[in-house]
């Protein structure tokens, strides 16, 4: 049996019981990984809308638009799914760092053995 959602041409995400779908973000120029987030229909919907990338925030239960206070926005130049709709890809173009730390990306750490090492 074929499933639509993964052969067709129709955009429906399959969102999880929590109403979230993971979000990995890429950089346009470098193609290095920025960050891995959430989004709800409403997230996905605004950034679309916006070109700008917005999120959920698990931890504050509510929209959150990247960059909104820094000014590190992330533009969005393609939207990617996966082949079963549960993850979307955002290639963007950051205005500044992606992560809150500073750091261009979120992912700054290597793990080695038990102890974490700055690859900055």
Known sequence: ?????????VLDPKYDSA???TAVVTDRSSGD???????TAEALAATRTSGEA????RSRQS???KGETSGN???????RIDCDQDAV??????TG??????????????VEGDSLVPIR
């Open 1 to 9: 049996m074929t499933d639509s959602r993964e052969t067709g041409l």
């Open 19 to 21: 109403g979230l779908i």
């Open 33 to 39: 990984l920025l960050m891995v987030a959430h989004m």
């Open 54 to 57: 917005v999120f959920w925030s």
């Open 63 to 65: 929209l959150w638009k």
């Open 73 to 79: 926005i992330l533009k969005v130049r393609d939207i």
């Open 89 to 94: 890809w955002l290639i963007v173009d950051p």
């Open 97 to 110: 760092p992606a992560c809150h730390t500073g750091a261009p990306s979120c992912f700054y750490r290597r």
